[in-house]
């Protein structure tokens, strides 16, 4: 498929009928429905089947829109580039961090350095460690921020700052908490566990088990920020970075960071082929400050 098909197919897709996304591309009925019957006759494959005046996508279709809406996203991109320069503007930085970092840290950074560069564009995008190295490769983000750094993959990284692993808790449940805990000092009370294929659960896991500490897991949660939620809610108490801790804590809940302290480098990851622009490592030194005022 072409660029052009794809972008038929995905505006037929999104919207349902022919004339509904000749509509939304400003081109005319024949010319949607003579490029869609092209590009099927080309993949050899029906896109969609005709129901009371409708498109209805076939399973193919679905299975292609993911890969195509990728495509139509990278397609925006460049048009977005084009114009920045066309316009002298500065160009557009693509970075992509932990959902713990996009709830706070980014956005801190993005408005300070926006403060001073009013002529750059940002494409933010939240990623979780596993799909670092994809969209790295795929172009779909220049900059990767996250706790860790893929192993055997092309990549190099910059260290911008460092976290900590903290516990957060309903003030109710633990009153006279000091000011570092002990994790053995969660034992009896019911815990919120991070998944542990995760770098924090990783980290967790191995410091439990150095000092032979088992606690009373009741749940386990995939985000942190939803760890936070649950322990506002009365589930249990959690232990979750000290950025996610930093954006989410509400009247009645509290965080202590850990004794000994669990710390963990926050890096700024990218291709090796594709070191930081000049602009982008003046992003960096700003998301630095910011991290460490947190």
């Known amino acids: 498929m ?3 098909q794809i972008e038929i197919f995905h505006a037929v897709f999104l919207h349902g009928t022919v004339s509904a996304a000749a509509r939304a591309l400003n081109v005319s009925q024949p010319s949607v429905t003579k490029v869609l019957r092209h590009a099927e006759r080309s993949i050899g494959l029906t896109l969609f089947e005709r129901s009371k005046g409708r498109l209805i996508p076939t399973q193919d279709a679905h299975t292609l829109f993911a890969e195509v809406s990728d495509i139509q996203d990278r397609v ?3 048009r977005q580039a084009c114009q920045n320069l066309r316009h002298g503007r500065g160009g557009l930085l693509r970075i992509s961090a932990l959902p713990s ?3 706070g840290a980014i956005p801190a950074a993005v ?6 560069h009013e002529d750059i564009m940002f494409d933010l995008q939240t990623l979780h460690h596993d799909e670092m190295v994809r969209k790295l490769y795929e172009h779909e983000t220049d900059i990767a921020v996250g706790f860790e750094v893929p192993l055997s993959a092309p990549v190099a990284h910059q260290v911008i700052g460092e976290g900590e692993l903290v516990v957060i808790y309903r003030e109710q449940d633990m009153p006279a908490a000091p000011p570092r805990l002990h ?3 969660l034992r009896g009370h019911k815990f919120i566990s991070p998944v542990q294929n995760g770098p924090i659960g990783r980290m967790l896991s191995s410091e439990l088990s150095r000092l032979e500490v088992t606690l009373d897991e009741v749940i386990s949660a995939r985000t942190y920020y939803v760890a936070a939620a649950l322990v506002g809610a009365g589930v249990g108490m959690a232990i979750v970075d000290n950025f996610t801790a930093h954006a989410v804590l509400a009247p009645g809940l509290s965080s202590r960071p850990l004794q000994p302290a669990i ?4 890096n700024a990851v990218y291709l090796q082929n594709r070191p930081p622009s000049k602009t982008t490592s003046a ?9 460490e005022g947190l």
């Open 2 to 4: 072409n660029l052009r």
């Open 76 to 78: 925006r991109s460049l």
């Open 101 to 103: 970092l996009g709830l």
């Open 111 to 116: 408005a300070r350095f926006l403060a001073d």
């Open 183 to 185: 994790l053995d000092e």
């Open 263 to 266: 710390t963990f480098d926050i």
């Open 283 to 291: 992003f960096l030194d700003v998301l630095a400050t910011v991290i």
